[in-house]
């Protein structure tokens, strides 16, 4: 029998994923599981571009121009330039999700054995695209006391070596809905142009930001824009998570041509999906002026809720669907697996993502738990009770005194 | 301004890419090209897959799992186990495209370095699927003379080294729309056997074989289930290549559950068009008899047209729609770049692929062009005009005393 490539063998399975037999035994043991842990919202995806999909007159479900719709570039060049990004449809180059963005990105600007670094804890599935075109993540930490803000300029510094070729940030971010500051940003274009780093941003959920605060797109840091690598999809934006359509946006053209290359090879992104995209386009301000409001009350009730829990702490994010929450015990990788095994409150449990996933240095995050507030928010308020009679009687719970309070009110 | 990566410089561009602007060129001085050189069909899909699409009750297009709709696997293990391949829905995982099937399956089963052998002329594209995963294509010729048939095992074994761990071939082929024996498969999986290599068949056009042939599956070669990769898409199934919706299949358990890694890391492949391929599963069985029919119809008047051309040689293919024929001219780079540019016949031209795009050996198909009639019969018939018409006046066409007739008579 032939064997198995390295990379293959080496490639991280989903870290979510070891948790769905517990979750599906639970089920089956008649509990309600509420989904804490996924990122699929519930929200409706938008009627004009459903409504696209089912209207079409197309005959033949034909490939499309490797690099998407022309027409679809065009409009998607016009959302971000009433976002105030500057760019024409010739710096973009649509993808199948921001997975396939991201991909194309690596394997153009990285050669195998190059390092990132990426602030943890980070989106898991960078690990899989990194390995898939042999790059080394190097983690620098982001730390729960201070909100997961961009880690201190020196903590940059101390990482970079001959091999590091760029910086790969998600803004607002997954997992921690945290919102970088148009101030983070400039010192992370200080560390890019001093050392000629790409700088990858991942910024999906530019439209999920609360309380007023606004998204700075990396596009909009000027000189380094030969640096800069967009990522973007609309799978968040309109819930449209299925679609699996996404880009990658630079205004180095090297960068856009290479990705090209690769995106001949697999000739075109979905036809269908993209109808659905290039309609999106026309969402009306008041999809996302209700979405943003069902989302800011849905965090108020998630992480207030959990601040109110004696000793769980969850800094309060202002962008994206999640938070990341630290818990009074022993390992959250034990405690999200006791959740769905031992125990249920009135029939009812929770499913939560370990953030030990979610970070590259071994042993972070262990006591920490991602959270997606994407359910309706009687579920949300359900979820939280549970989480608070949970913490009563779970065996690795730790007592009170063994909870250090001070770190936590210091922030 | 940071590097490009030596993978993205030295990924190849679409050997047919470099025409594209004269065809354009063409079409604005007012000529009409008739496109022999794509693979993209005019049949329409079939009804209950758009049907499906558009009647479709969704109000949130959301991931699938990873692997694929569970009911489209099993649908799909039926398909094939209608066309005498037993295989289960575990043994398969849906892809988005071919494409991203092969992807999975070379960076699943070969490291940086490996040597897969292929039999050229292959699918162009394999070269950048290969470049992806940082594998080296070794070609094996097939010869127009021979039309095209499997190379004698010697030059198999003769290629083999310490660094082979495949074979991949494509069945029927694309280009040369020959389909191989089962005798000729029993001696690639001696080979396989011997050598304990992959062997990767691409099966995409199954349902395209003429004059009563029938398609030997790789999968049903007995003694090397743990070997075989099968390949499959929809897109020429039902003329729906912008669906982008494929499949890997495979006995071997290990092959499926380390390419289901990869595929986690992109989530999901595309809704939509899983919701058509589902339904496309129900096509009555007079689609393809129509297809085939209309496919075999064309064949006749494109190979009979050719081989009526003086010095041309055009061998007759059983499967697939495409045929390599070979011109009595000094290149059929500089050929098929001249009818665009300086040629027309009552106004109209034709646009071919240059063979020598589809052989990884230097120097091999220089004379030879890969022809896909995927037109309607008029204008098959037209462009067969058109090319025996530029040969009269070609400046680098052969005379009738340079053309070995002997060699072509051969056959």
């Keep these: 029998m032939p064997k198995i490539s390295e990379k293959g063998l080496s490639m991280p399975e989903s870290p979510i994923r070891k948790l769905v ?35 079409m007159d197309r005959t033949v479900i034909e490939y499309s121009h490797s690099a ?21 449809h010739e710096d973009i180059l649509i993808t199948t999700g921001g ?53 201190p300029v020196e903590d940059f510094n101390a990482l970079i070596t001959e091999r590091t070729k760029g910086i790969v940030i998600c803004n607002p971010a997954n997992p921690t809905g945290y919102l970088y500051t148009q101030d983070e940003l400039n010192r992370l274009k200080e560390i890019v142009a001093e050392n000629d780093l790409y700088l990858f941003a991942d ?37 449209m998570c299925g679609a699996r ?18 995106a001949q090879a697999r000739l075109s992104p979905p036809t269908l999906a993209q109808i659905a995209s290039e309609a999106a386009l026309d969402t009306p301000q008041s999809y996302f002026d209700d979405v943003v409001s069902e989302y800011v009350e849905r965090r108020n009730i998630m992480v207030e809720g959990l601040n109110n829990i004696p000793g769980v702490f969850c800094p309060e994010p202002k962008g994206a669907f999640y938070c990341v929450a630290r818990f009074p015990v022993d390992s959250t990788e034990k405690f999200c697996q006791w959740l769905l095994e031992e125990f249920d409150y009135e029939g009812e449990t929770v499913m939560m993502a370990p953030a030990s996933g ?21 579920s949300l308020a359900k979820a939280v009770k549970c989480l608070e009679k949970a913490l009563e ?7 009170s005194s063994e909870i250090n309070e001070a770190e936590v009110k210091e922030f």
């Design 21 to 55: 037999p517990y979750a599906e035994k639970a089920k089956k043991e008649g509990k309600t599981v509420f989904h804490l842990n996924i990122g699929q919202p519930d929200i409706a995806s938008p009627q004009v571009a459903l409504d696209a999909v089912k209207n």
């Design 393 to 399: 009687v779970y065996p690795g719970a730790k007592k």
């Design 358 to 378: 979610f970070y590259a240095s071994e042993g972070k995050g262990i006591d920490e738990a991602r959270i997606a507030y994407v359910l309706n928010k009687e």
């Design 99 to 151: 997975s396939e963005a991201l991909t194309f990105g690596f394997m153009s600007c990285f050669n195998p054995g190059d390092e990132i670094i990426i602030p943890e804890p980070f989106y898991a599935n960078y690990n899989g695209f990194a390995k898939t075109a042999g790059i080394k993540i190097v983690p620098v930490t982001a730390k729960i006391e201070d909100g997961f803000a961009l880690p």
């Design 203 to 239: 910024e999906v959920y530019r439209e999920f930001c609360y309380d007023g605060a606004k998204p700075f797109s990396v596009m909009n840091l000027a000189g380094i824009e030969q640096n800069v690598v967009l990522i973007d999809s609309v799978s968040k934006r309109y819930s």
């Design 245 to 262: 359509i996404g880009a990658i946006i630079s205004r180095n053209k090297e960068v856009i041509s290479t990705a090209l290359k690769f």
């Design 68 to 88: 998407g719709f022309e027409s679809y570039r065009k409009g998607l060049a016009s959302y971000y330039q009433k976002s105030g990004i500057e760019v024409s």
